[in-house]
Each structure stands twice: as C-alpha cells, then as structure tokens.
C-alpha cells in the first residue's frame, strides 16, 4: 500500500523559495512512477514534475523547468519538490501522485495514489 503525505507549502512573497516533500509511509517505493501536480481554484490538475524512482529520470512542465527540481530520498522513502524564484502563478493546490510501474505519464489520471495536497500560496 503507498500512503502519501505531502508537507513544506507555504504563503511566500514572489521569488522566494520553498521545498515540499512527499513521504510514503506504506510500502518502499521500488519500481514506481511519482509526480507533483497541482490545481489552481477553477481550474483542472496540471503536471508539473515526475521521477522514475528506479535510475531518478526526471520529466518537468515547461512552465516550471529550471525553477523546480524534483528529487529522492530512498533512505527516507521521500519524494521532494524544490521551488525557486516562485511566482504568483504557481499558487495551487500542490498534490504528491504515484503509481506502479516504470512508465512515467503526465497525466492524472494515470496515478493510483494520492496525497492530500499541500497548499503553496505566492504574493506578488
């Protein structure tokens, strides 16, 4: 069973950093696909980042690609998103997603588990 429990988000002003992290407190990852998306009010889930947790490949939208970095923690069985130079538009709702399996979608409805979500909030 994977049981995800997101954590790190915040109301920043716009260019501050934050750094979320995804705990899965079921079974250790192994041959697993994680991903961060998120969901402004009004708006559907959006990918944002995803890892393969076998080798660490890294897939990140556009819109976030060379401000966020996704990382692991195997020892801690920990999935992280650091967030820089954060904009307003990066306010959201920000969930942890996995599934099995070592395909990597960008889609929601491709993963199986979910967290909670975390709420990031940035002020201009």
């Known amino acids: 069973q994977v049981i995800l429990v997101e954590s790190g988000g915040g109301l920043v002003e716009a260019g501050a950093s934050l750094r979320l992290s995804c705990t899965n407190s079921g079974r250790t990852f192994s041959n697993d696909a994680v991903g961060w998306f998120r969901r402004a009010p009004g708006k559907e889930p959006e990918f944002v980042s995803a890892?393969?947790?076998?080798?660490?490949?890294?897939w990140y939208a556009e819109s976030v690609k060379g401000r966020f970095t996704i990382s692991r923690d195997s020892a801690k069985n920990t999935l992280y998103l650091q967030m820089n130079s954060l904009k307003p538009e990066d306010t959201a709702v920000y969930y942890c997603a996995a599934r099995s399996g070592l395909v990597v979608p960008t889609t929601a409805p491709s993963y199986n588990y979910w967290g909670q979500g975390t709420q990031v909030t940035v002020s201009s």
């Open positions: 890892l393969r947790w076998p080798d660490g490949s890294t």
